[in-house]
Nanobody, 115 residues
Framework: VQLVESGGGLVQPGGSLRLSCAASGIIFTGDMGWYRQAPGAQRELVAT???????NYADSVKGRFTISRDNAKNTVYLQMNSLNSEDTAVYYC???????????WGQGTQVTVSS
């Protein structure tokens, strides 16, 4: 099983980034999501999406971030708009395996919002 993340980087306040996470080696992919961890803070949920497309967002990103997925490609995306300094963190992709308690994490991708 492998989760490959991409799309992080440095962006100015008010800018946008799109994260991608491609999962391979999983036959029945369940909920997929993004979490983030800022320096000195605990990892927190950003957004999740079920296999049927139902979404859930942290209050801090509602209206700015959009999660989506392509089931055929086992890929989840996170479109991030109106970024601010509080969004600076390492972003981790998470994928659950349907019908089991198993979940997998990506290696993390750094998002830095700074002028």
């Amino acid at each position: 099983v492998q989760l490959v993340e991409s799309g992080g980087g440095l962006v100015q306040p008010g800018g946008s980034l799109r994260l991608s996470c491609a999962a391979s080696g999983i036959i029945f992919t369940g909920d997929m999501g993004w979490y983030r961890q800022a320096p000195g803070a605990q990892r927190e949920l950003v957004a999740t999406i079920t296999s049927r497309g139902s979404t859930n967002y942290a209050d801090s990103v509602k209206g700015r971030f959009t999660i989506s997925r392509d089931n055929a490609k086992n890929t989840v995306y996170l479109q991030m708009n109106s970024l601010n300094s509080e969004d600076t963190a390492v972003y981790y992709c998470n994928t659950k395996v349907m019908f089991t308690p198993t979940e997998y994490w990506g290696q993390g991708t750094q998002v830095t919002v700074s002028s």
